[in-house]
Antibody
Framework: QLQLQESGPGLVKPSETLPLTCTVSGGSISDAAFYWGWIRQPPGKGLEWVAKISYSGGTYYNPSLRSRATISLETSKNQFSLKLSSVTAADTAVYYC??????????WGQGTLVTVSS | QSALTQPPSVSGSPGQSVTISCTGTSSDVGGYNFVSWYQHHPGRAPKLMIYDVAKRPSGVPDRFSGSKSGNTASLTVSGLQAEDEALYYCNSYAGTNDFVFGTGTKVTVL
């Protein structure tokens, strides 16, 4: 059974770069049929895609974040990562990693809370 | 892309049915049959309940069903059970590898 687990710093200072990693177990990220990505939920707000990437190299970035977000695959570790630069309080959110296949997102990780504060 | 519109909350007694609407536009819900629904118990991973408008993944009870008419998709939970109390989000393809989520609906079992 495929499982995803996020890891991250929990607390990041404003203007710094937020690094997040998703470890995939029970399956390989080297399958070209899937996109692997990050979804976030700010406190009291809805869900939004941050970025996603396929094994073949296709990427998608939320237009509102494109200039600050970088997503990458680390196939040797069966992981994928997100870096979000120049963070502000507006980037405070629960960040989920997930797999997208066609029109569905499944499975999701449990999420990791990231707070941007000095 | 604007978020799809869902009612903030719906409620029903055990055994009853509730329906959650998800309203978009012809550029998302109305334009593609890639609507999915997710159940989210806070602190846990969101769970796929319906995909491609009306398909149920293996293991999801048949009490959950999906449909679409025009620019509005719907999720119906029949035979409501206490464990169904959760947040529910819809999601739709919106073109150019873009997907948009709904605003979320809290289902309360009375």
């Amino acid at each position: 059974q495929l499982q995803l687990q996020e890891s991250g710093p929990g607390l990041v200072k404003p203007s710094e770069t937020l690094p997040l990693t998703c470890t995939v177990s029970g399956g390989s990220i080297s399958d070209a049929a899937f996109y692997w990505g990050w979804i976030r939920q700010p406190p009291g707000k809805g869900l939004e895609w941050v970025a996603k990437i396929s094994y073949s190299g296709g990427t998608y970035y939320n237009p509102s974040l494109r200039s600050r977000a970088t997503i990458s695959l680390e196939t040797s570790k069966n992981q994928f990562s997100l870096k979000l630069s120049s963070v502000t309080a507006a980037d405070t959110a629960v960040y989920y990693c997930a797999r997208r296949h066609s029109g569905r997102v499944d499975p999701w990780g449990q999420g990791t809370l990231v707070t941007v504060s000095s | 892309q604007s978020a799809l519109t869902q009612p903030p909350s719906v409620s029903g007694s055990p055994g009853q049915s509730v329906t959650i609407s998800c309203t978009g536009t012809s550029s998302d819900v109305g334009g593609y049959n890639f609507v999915s629904w997710y159940q989210h118990h806070p602190g846990r991973a969101p769970k796929l309940m319906i995909y491609d408008v009306a398909k149920r993944p293996s293991g999801v009870p048949d009490r959950f069903s999906g449909s679409k008419s025009g620019n509005t998709a719907s999720l119906t939970v029949s035979g409501l059970q206490a464990e169904d109390e959760a947040l529910y989000y819809c999601n739709s393809y919106a073109g150019t590898n873009d997907f948009v989520f709904g605003t979320g609906t809290k289902v309360t079992v009375l």
